[in-house]
C-alpha cells in the first residue's frame, strides 16, 4: 500500500517540477566535476580504460 500512495504522490505532480530540476542540475554539476577530473589525471584515464578492458 505504501509503494501506491507513494507512486500516485509522484503521478500527480506533488514534490513539484523543481525538486526533479534540482536532481538533474546535481546530476550535471557531477558530471561536469568528473570530466575535469578526469581530463587532468592521467592516473584516472589509465584506471578507468584498465577497468573497461581496453587497450591502452
Do not use: N, W
Not at 6 to 32: D, M
Request: proline share 2%; glycine share 14%.
Amino acid at each position: 500500500m505504501r509503494h501506491r500512495r507513494h507512486s500516485a504522490h509522484h503521478r500527480h505532480g506533488a514534490g513539484g517540477t523543481g525538486c526533479v530540476l534540482k536532481t538533474f542540475e546535481v546530476g550535471r554539476a557531477q558530471r561536469t566535476i568528473f570530466v575535469a577530473r578526469y581530463l587532468r589525471s592521467r592516473d584516472l584515464q589509465r584506471e578507468i580504460t584498465e577497468g573497461l578492458g581496453r587497450p591502452g
